[in-house]
């Protein structure tokens, strides 16, 4: 399909480097720069291939089938077009009385089944659930690409504006859906929330593992390459840094367990800490080992708190911009004065760890991260690994 991806610009600008410093070795020049030239033409367009894996989705559906609740629950298709006149699939599930809809979608190797049984406990609680799945996976119409993500939930919040008119649309997505619900507000007109899960920078995430995997040093020369190559083919509509920046006027939840495998808790942290809205950040009490990248189905007092926040912002006696729930003030000391470690066992000591959590300042704009760190003090279960954060 055709996208707006220009010829990766960080490969071109690693080519004029090794070129400068291969000056004083004439018979190497030639080979390294066509060694380099291969690597950006074999991975261009290589982060949707890394990222989304609409295959393995498709295998493991026979496991998930929508919840048999006759006469609880209607069922009902919703087809819609995206930007590329792709038609996709989504699936709304409602009861009688419902107010307001919360669009969910999965990680990168979930069908739309495997996504209503994960956020299975939404359902019964006053708002509707639309259940979709991107570009690609299912049944849904083209090939799975990062290019499209953004797009294929505009066109459901879309799809909704126009079936239920003043209505209030909130967001929930795991992991690689993050990246399309954090950057879905410069795209659109209004969301009254978002709630993500395993959150993440696409743009970021090459570089980001590969100082994680230090013990590969002497790769690096090759390495170095092919992340810049990644990087260069996410699209810049999903550089979440960029998109969580340019607005501050939608409460968030972030959900991340600090040993997740898959996507680096530090990051959620960051990401976090660089949006000036109003703000929440949970961490699970009872984790899903040994990934620790999808907790939801575990942990019922976050659920319980996902639930609440869902029924606040899309309700429509919901006025205020601040994150409503059952937190209580345990210090003020900042984040940047503080180490993660620290902070964890701290709060764990507490037996107290719940949640970490940016207050309104009452104009409208969330402090900055650690201004304020909350938690519940009911909390029955710290998990021993926070301790290694």
């Not at 699939?89 to 669009?103: K, N, P, Q, Y």
Request: charged residues 20%; aromatic residues 8%.
């Amino acid at each position: 399909m055709a996208t707006n991806f220009r010829a990766p610009y960080p490969g071109t600008m690693l080519i004029a480097l090794i070129q400068q410093s291969a000056s004083k070795r004439p018979a190497c020049k030639c080979g390294i720069v066509l060694l380099v030239a291969a690597l950006v033409a074999l991975l261009s367009g290589c982060a949707s291939r890394l990222m989304l894996y609409p295959e393995l989705a498709r295998s493991m559906d026979v496991f998930y089938q929508p919840p048999a609740a006759p006469g609880r629950y209607r069922l009902q298709a919703i087809t819609v077009s995206n930007d590329s006149g792709h038609e996709l699939r989504g699936l709304l599930v409602e009861s009688e009385g419902d107010v307001g809809t919360v669009i969910v979608s999965g990680g990168n190797a979930m069908s739309r089944h495997h996504t209503l049984e994960y956020y299975s406990f939404l359902l019964g609680h006053g708002f509707r659930v639309l259940v979709i799945s991107f570009q690609g996976y299912d049944d849904n119409e083209g090939r799975a690409d990062l290019h499209s993500l953004v797009g294929d939930v505009a066109a459901f919040h879309a799809d909704l504006q126009s079936r239920y008119p003043g209505e209030r649309i909130a967001y929930s997505g795991h992991s690689i859906s993050s990246a399309a619900g954090l950057c879905l507000p410069p795209r659109i007109e209004k969301l009254a929330a978002i709630m993500v899960e395993g959150a993440f920078n696409p743009k970021a995430i090459a570089y980001t593992k590969l100082k994680q995997a230090w013990y590969l040093w002497p790769l690096f020369p090759v390495l170095l390459p092919a992340a810049l190559v990644v990087s260069a083919t996410v699209p810049h509509t999903l550089d979440v840094t960029d998109c969580i920046n340019s607005y501050d006027d939608i409460p968030i939840i972030f959900v991340h367990h600090p040993n997740d495998r898959v996507t680096p808790y530090r990051q959620a942290l960051d990401l976090f800490g660089q949006y000036r809205g109003s703000k929440q950040f949970i961490v699970p009490r009872r984790a899903n080992p040994p990934h620790y990248h999808a907790n939801l189905g575990h942990d019922a007092n976050t659920q319980k708190i996902i639930i609440q926040f869902l029924q606040t912002y899309l309700s429509a006696r919901s006025q205020s911009s601040q994150i409503a729930g059952n937190l209580i003030v345990s210090g003020k000391k900042s984040l940047e004065q503080e180490s993660f470690r620290q902070i964890i066992q701290k709060l764990s000591a507490e037996n107290s760890l719940t949640a970490l959590r940016s207050c309104s300042d009452g104009n409208g704009r969330g402090r900055r991260v650690g201004d304020w760190y909350e938690s519940v003090r009911d909390s029955r279960m710290i998990d021993p690994a926070f301790q290694n954060v």
